[in-house]
């Protein structure tokens, strides 16, 4: 039997250490790695609050870490890592790292070194058959405390509502806020495909400030103002944890997670219905160069509903086909419905078109089939949807050419619709559409036709005439 202790409230920290491979180490101070989530770490922090509040802790952290090193005379850059115990301080061994970690650079901020060319300066040492840097040279790289406070966000194409599964897809639009005190270490760009066969891990974002008040304020506004269209990210979220109180407070233990209350504003598409598009007013109308005009097809009815919550008429919402689909909101929102006559139901209650309704996060929006004339209803939601990327002046979906839109195609299963933070009383003000000013939608539709270029010689009278 092979027992171990529980410790309910412990912290992840690790040392960086730097060997010469002749017996001789030193040590880059300590890093906070506890917010972890299924044992992946997701925000890192250089040094760590805890130490930072326990200055005796550091260094009985750094001294073990450097005998462990200089022990089995360890070459390179490396990573011990430890469970630290919240209550009492004590700490105990769990891995060492021999290879350098994707959280190195916050390290790197507040020691100002270079692991990769140190490494280099290593590896040239061995090569000419010295063994290694000399331990004169590697004792002078001995740093004394850190210079500020670093923190990590780890930033991955993935869908909060599915239990942060990977989300490949086209990265449509890829915009950083960047400043003199962020670095940003990522391989993505606009129009990068993230594809479903590798981590879906995008950047590393980093944030140096003198103190970690300023490194969070730093951090949470670096990730509030920076901007991924296509698949769902998890930036919001890792926006939220950086504005969280007991992340404020240094209070980051390896259950971090576990009692964090992320509530996203979107709709979680369970299914897309027939034919749901995005489309805004008035598309496309000048593109041209084989790209359709895309836009509503019943302008009259999508401008109303956008009108009906409050938005611009031009403002982008959901055109739906024949059948509509069944959409999870999230967060709470104001919506309306308005077109060809359509089966609504939120969570399994009839509702009424042309109006403004009130949704509550966590409730159901069921758009079912045509109940009439015509087959294109429409969806607004109040602040559209911000996470749709503009193509040529247009979030409007043309999937015959794979533009626009979500992806450039339909709505499908598993799709994350981000929306805006909205807050609404249950008093708020009705308000609907008179039922004279309605639009009909006949089941009979005659259509008037005029000749093309192509009407003589190619189409007969009787063809005319049908």
Request: net charge negative; proline share 6%.
């Amino acid at each position: 039997i092979f027992m171990e202790r529980f410790y309910p409230d412990s912290h992840h920290i690790e040392v960086q250490v730097f060997g010469n491979g002749l017996g001789d180490a030193i040590h880059f101070g300590e890093r906070e790695c506890s917010i972890q989530r299924r044992h992946q770490k997701v925000v890192e922090e250089c040094p760590s609050p805890f130490v930072t509040k326990h200055p005796d802790l550091r260094e009985k952290l750094c001294s073990a870490a450097i005998r462990l090193a200089e022990s089995i005379k360890y070459g390179s850059a490396g990573t011990i890592e430890y469970l630290v115990d919240d209550k009492t301080g004590d700490f105990f061994f769990l891995e060492m790292n021999t290879r350098l970690q994707v959280e190195h650079g916050i390290t790197e901020l507040c020691y100002n070194v270079d692991f990769v060319e140190l490494m280099l300066r290593q590896a040239d040492a061995q090569l000419r058959g010295e063994g290694g840097l000399s331990a004169l040279v590697l004792r002078s790289l001995q740093p004394s405390d850190p210079n500020g406070f670093a923190i990590e966000a780890r930033v991955y194409a993935e869908n909060p509502a599915r239990d942060y599964a990977p989300s490949p897809g086209t990265l449509q639009i890829v915009e950083w806020k960047e400043s003199a005190y962020t670095r940003i270490d990522t391989w993505v760009h606009t129009g990068t495909v993230v594809s479903s066969n590798y981590d879906p891990l995008l950047a590393k974002v980093m944030y140096h400030g003198q103190s970690r008040y300023g490194a969070i304020q730093g951090m949470h506004e670096t990730l509030s103002q920076s901007r991924i269209c296509g698949p769902p990210t998890n930036l919001d979220f890792l926006a939220a944890i950086l504005a969280d109180s007991k992340f404020e407070d240094g209070d980051t233990l390896t259950k971090f997670l576990t009692e964090f209350h992320y509530a996203p504003s979107a709709i979680d598409v369970i299914s897309g219905g027939a034919y749901t598009t995005i489309q805004d007013y008035p598309g496309r109308p000048t593109m041209g160069r084989g790209f359709p005009h895309a836009g509503p097809m019943d302008p009259l009815a999508f401008r109303i509903a956008n009108l009906l919550v409050g938005n611009s008429p031009y403002m982008e919402g959901l055109e739906i086909t024949l059948n509509g689909p069944e959409l999870l909101f999230l967060g709470p929102a104001m919506i309306a419905v308005c077109g060809a006559p359509m089966e609504i139901k939120l969570d399994g209650n009839p509702c009424n078109m042309w109006e403004r309704l009130y949704v509550k996060a966590g409730q159901r929006l069921q758009i079912g089939r045509t109940t009439g004339g015509g087959c294109r209803s429409y969806l607004a939601i109040h602040g559209g949807l911000p996470s749709v990327a503009e193509w040529f002046g247009s979030k409007a979906t043309s999937p015959g050419v794979g533009v626009g839109g979500y992806q450039g195609r339909a709505l499908t299963a598993g799709d994350l619709l981000a929306t805006t933070k909205q807050t609404w009383d249950d008093q708020e003000l009705k308000l609907s559409i008179p039922e004279r000013l309605i639009p009909k939608y006949p089941d009979h539709w005659d259509l008037m036709t005029m000749a093309g270029p192509y009407d003589e010689g190619y189409l007969l009278e009787e063809d005319i005439k049908m």
